[in-house]
């Protein structure tokens, strides 16, 4: 996946992450660059809800690692 931005809301580090058409949101204790990173997300970590667009979005409460997101 490609994390195109990370995002600091106030109390902890939003990641917005893309592949192709579906996108993702995961959540962590530090900034990360905009890269290609390898995301694990357990399946009880993701709620998944259909988008204004029909396309589906992806939020998860995935945390992060030295090596990208875990």
Known sequence: MHLDDSIYPGDKW?????RG????????????ASRNVWARIPAESVW????????????TNAA??????V
């Open 48 to 59: 998944v809800f259909a988008a204004a667009a029909a396309k589906y979005s992806l939020v």
């Open 64 to 69: 992060c690692s030295r090596g990208g997101l």
């Open 14 to 18: 939003e990641y917005r992450l893309r």
């Open 21 to 32: 058409d579906f996108v993702a949101k995961a959540h962590g204790a530090r900034q990360l």
